[in-house]
């Protein structure tokens, strides 16, 4: 794990950009895997900056979203589909075909889960896993208390996931009560991963999520397993760890 600590949001997305851009120039083809929410707003900007500026090619690259809503349409605008076009796929030259999303309108979800599954094997693996992390610790939907060794499949939202998502949302009542998600275990195959935070609200999960101990009640303290993950922070998601970080991907310095 290489924890990198940046002084703001800004910086702390550029450089998950960075880490980015150098596997996709070293891997025309990379399998990308793609998160929603509010921390890797700033990583898309600045990749769609990098892909008008300085030619960054998306082409040839193979995307998987973690999550998606059960019961919401693809043009619903609280989908995870309408975020990832909105935010990132209209504006690089990404080919649609390549791209995957968790079909929220699925009819037979568990078929569509074991597909989802089958379908990131058949393109090889993920090669580079984009990940976020909830205030309670959960990773995608894997909420406290998932399996950490799950895979693809539907989950029930926490109350507490849902409340902290209400505000997108006309009334509670509209709030999904259901999502598709990775599974901790298909998070863990991703060849490497980047877990983002930024805020004081996720100070005491990202404490948990690299100094705590390995639980399920807190699924994000499974990256402390992974053989590659970088831990990119700002200055107020690390305010409560001790150990001594670096504060760029140069460094290489997995511990
Ligand atoms: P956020 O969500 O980026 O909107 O904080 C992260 C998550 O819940 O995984």
């Known amino acids: 794990m290489l924890v990198i600590i940046k002084n703001n949001y800004e910086e702390m997305s550029n450089e998950a950009a960075k880490i980015v851009a150098d596997r996709l120039r070293k891997k025309p083809d990379l399998v990308l895997g793609l998160a929603t929410g509010s921390t890797p707003l700033g990583l898309y900007k600045e990749l769609i900056r990098m892909y008008k500026e300085e030619g960054l090619d998306f082409s040839k690259v193979t995307t998987f979203n973690l999550d998606e809503y059960v019961g919401l349409p ?26 995957h999303i968790p079909h929220g309108m699925a009819k037979d979800v568990d078929t569509f889960c074991d597909w989802y599954e089958k379908r990131i094997i058949e393109c090889g693996g993920i090669d580079l896993q984009i990940l976020g ?4 610790g959960h990773i995608a939907f894997n909420e406290p208390g998932s399996s950490l060794g799950s895979r693809v499949r539907i989950k029930t939202l926490t109350e507490k996931t849902r409340n902290d998502n ?25 060849k490497e991963i980047i877990l983002i935070a930024n805020g004081e609200k996720k100070a005491n999960a990202i404490k948990d999520a690299v100094e705590g101990p390995i639980t399920g009640m807190c699924p994000a303290t499974i990256v402390q397993m992974h053989r590659k993950v970088y831990v990119l922070l700002d200055k107020e998601a690390a305010s409560k760890l001790k150990g001594d970080y670096v504060d760029s991907w140069e460094a290489k310095v997995f511990s």
């Open 133 to 136: 992390i909830g205030a309670n």
């Open 74 to 99: 693809p043009t619903h605008n609280q989908s995870y589909h309408y975020f990832m076009y909105e935010n990132f796929f209209n504006h690089i030259n990404i080919n649609p075909r390549y791209i």
């Open 166 to 190: 209400a505000r997108f949302f006309a009334s509670m009542d509209e709030v999904p009560k259901y999502a598709i998600t990775m599974g901790i275990g298909t998070v863990m195959d991703s």
